[in-house]
Each structure stands twice: as C-alpha cells, then as structure tokens.
C-alpha cells in the first residue's frame, strides 16, 4: 500500500458497471469531471434537482471515482521516486474530488407530485431569497430530495437532517415572536418598575 492508497475512493462491488454509466478512458472521465466543476461554478439550485445536471448522476459518480484513482496513482508515483510527497496542488486537487462526490450525493430525482414547487423553488437565487410564507415548504423539499442520496451513502443522514431542519425552523419561528411591535414594546418598559 502507497502513501496515497487510503485517499483512493471505495468502490461498491454492487452496482454494476454500464457502458452507459462509465467513461471509457480517463480522458473522458476527466471531461466530465471538469463539465461538473462548472456546473458546481455557476449558480446551484436551491433543492437539488438531478434532471439539471449534464450528464447522468451515475456516471459523474463513476467518473469522479476514475479520476480520484487516476491522480492517487499520480501522487503515489512521486513517492516511489523518491520524492518525499506529492504536490500541494494535487492533494488539494484530491480534496476537490472528494467534495464534488458528496455534493453529487445530494442530487436525486424528483418525484412527479414535486417537480412544479422544486422548479417554483429554484427560480430563486437562495434560500434567503425565499418569502418567509414559503420558507418551511421550500426547507421541507430540501430536506426531503437532498437527504435520498445521502442516506445511500451515510445511513442515518436523513434523520439527522431533519432534526437540524426543525432547529432551524423553530429558531426562525422563536426569532418572530421576539420581534414585536412597537406598542408591545412600549406596554413591556412601562411594565418594568
């Protein structure tokens, strides 16, 4: 085992390989990998929407995990040269494959009964942008299409999401109920002796 064999992706023997899914070469590999660094550039939708993506889900995951392998081999041949590491820029170039795989997880398919509200959501720029009136449907959705892919890949993600997102909105719903009018605040200093 090579100094940079740990950071090699872990293949899952179940899913089968499909010509469909697999880059042939790793030249093709990497083009898809760089079409997906651009789309990760450009504005990113607010609920992950896999039918936005440029090429099937499958095959980024399959050609991120190619390109991971190809550049693990990369460093590991600097080591056996006697070189003591490899490149900061590849380690860093290694990091950034990883984080594309685990936004990549976050991309599922939409379900018919959403895809108009999803769409309805992503037209704006962010969350923030969402009204407050629609925030914990949008906050719903969000949890609901972006925690599928997870839990394939970190069981007990989607309950953890959850949790988190009912924090959230009860936080905001706390926030609310401290801001008040100016007559209430006026009827709690004249209250105070």
Known sequence: MWLFDF?????????????KTVSMTQP??????????????ERQPIIKDAS????????????????????????????RSGKCLAPKEIVKYLE???????????YSDIEAEDRNTVTHFNSFRSLRDVPPEEKADCMHLLCKCGSRGMEAEVPGFTASVNLLAEK???????KQKEECSPMQAERRVSSVP
């Open 7 to 19: 950071l090699k992706p872990k293949r899952n023997n179940d899913k089968p390989a499909t010509p």
């Open 28 to 41: 093709q590999a990497e083009r898809v990998c760089n079409d997906f660094g651009k789309f990760l550039a």
């Open 168 to 174: 959230i909105l009860l936080a905001e719903k706390m």
């Open 96 to 106: 950034s494959l990883r984080g594309c795989r685990v936004l990549l997880c976050c």
């Open 52 to 79: 936005l993506l440029h090429h099937p889900k499958a095959r980024i995951m399959s050609d991120l995990e190619m390109q991971e392998q190809h550049v693990c081999d990369i460093a590991n041949s600097y080591v």
